[in-house]
């Protein structure tokens, strides 16, 4: 179903939190944006790429019981929006850490791991998560 | 000619529920046949046909469900336009809003607006892997994000910052119960309990299985009509006053705040000045509660109660009886939830309510109805403002 593709062309975002910065307004995007949603226009051919740090805190997050078929071996899991230092904000899992110690506001940094496996054969998918920093 | 005032003259609907001996082409069929007659008019005064569903690709392997349904209907012989409309979960409001407007253009005096959607042809958790597809499947899917998840993420932050109990969540599912209990067509007929609600199987904490609407198979359906076809024959309807759509973006994560959905307080507006109505004068209202929590934001961000107040609200009462009635159908936790047929249920269910028609749950002399159709977790939302005179 064309996952091979998708997961191949987004790889640096994934693998590295490439996201875009407006040189226009000095605002940062992820996931990567080619305009920018405040300038417009202004920002055609002044998006430039930009690393995000991968820390951040947790802004609010949830345990996921039921999740999806690539997902079943993980859950329960912790799922979370991330606000990151850099600015934008991020869903992802916060991982290796007993969901009784999951607070709002706790800090985190991102790590880089499988995510899924497209069936038991399929490819693996690799991406970011997050631990407590 | 454009057509002043667009009516709905004509209301069907095929039962809600996990309907495993009937296929999508049935219950569409059974809708739109009902409407057609409920309108008294012949599938040959029809000048389209809009046919909203959002997931039928991918669950039914189906798509053009518009011409399936036309032809299953023994309407091809007629040789109409006829079209799918999708956009998420908002696609019945969608699809309402195009044949209003196609109307309103004076291109056609007679359309239909179809919904349906067959949840329950999937297995196990596969569903919740299609569901998921009303997300960012890239950057929210991906990371291992649900429906639920989304709405268990707003929540919390909800119920924190305003300081809220949870039982306040669990009314609006006892109250959907309540009223669907006295609606033949819902999903689920059983009344439940604060206490059954909050004991509930946990889904995404902090929400749990009674906090989120379910998977139903279900096809409804009305007919639309322009003000001088209603003239003419003498028919009457239940005007649609106003109809507004207003959608933002897409992931929960780019979002200002994500206890207030913009798109359904941008759409509310529009559709309040248009129809020159206050909040104060809807009688009741149907809100898209696909998860309880986003019934409590949408009566804020609708009008009717202040950010984080709606808890005051669901206190106060919002029974059939009540100064606001909410969800007098059984809303999408109770009636049942078929992606592309729940916001035209919703256009049902005012119709029926504004025409007296709502038998053991009516309403008593309603002039005014709100409803409101959301797409996800509040990409887009559609609001729709009907009355009678």
Known sequence: MGELSRMWRESPNRYRLLGKKCGNCGRKYFPAREICPVCHRDSIG???????????????????????????????????????????MITGQVVDVDPDEIEVGKKVRSVFRKIAQDGKSGIIFYGYKFTLA | MLSKNVYIIGAGEAKYGELW??????????????????????????????????????????EHLSALMSDHAGIATEFIPSMRIEASTASGGAAIREGYLAIKSGEYDIVMVGGAEKMTELYGNENIDITSSILDREWEAFEGATPAALAALSARKYIKDFNIPKEILAKLSVNDHLNASLNENAHFRNKITVEQALKATMIA????????????????????????????????????????????????????????????????????????????????????????????????????????KAGKLIEEG???????PVNPSGGLKAKGFPYGATGVGQAVEAYLQLKGKANKRQIKNPTKAMIHNMAGSGVASVVHILGVE
């Open chain 2, 318 to 324: 919002i029974g059939l009886n009540d100064k606001l």
């Open chain 2, 21 to 62: 001996d009937r296929s999508l082409r049935d219950i569409a069929v059974e809708a739109g046949l009902k409407a057609v007659e409920d309108a008294g008019i012949r599938t040959r005064d029809l000048g389209a046909i809009y046919m909203s569903n959002s997931l039928g690709g991918d669950i039914s392997m189906q």
């Open chain 2, 205 to 308: 904490e902090p929400l749990n299985l009674m906090d989120c609407a379910p998977l139903s198979d279900g096809a409804s359906s009305i007919i639309l009509a322009s003000e001088d076809y209603v003239r003419k024959n003498g028919v009457e309807g239940v005007k649609m006053l106003s109809s507004a759509m207003s959608q933002g973006p897409f992931a929960l994560h780019s979002r200002e705040c994500i206890y207030s959905v913009e798109p359904t307080k941008r759409a509310a507006r529009k559709a309040l000045e248009d129809a020159k109505t206050k909040p104060e004068d809807i009688s009741f209202v149907e809100v898209h509660d696909s998860y309880n929590i986003y019934g409590l934001m949408a009566l804020e961000d609708l009008g009717f109660a202040e950010k984080g």
């Open chain 1, 46 to 88: 002044k998006m430039s790429d930009f690393e995000l740090s991968g820390n951040g805190e947790i802004f609010t997050y949830t345990i996921v019981h039921e999740a999806p078929p690539a997902f079943s071996r993980q859950k329960p899991y912790v799922l979370a929006l991330i606000k990151l230092e850099d600015g934008p």
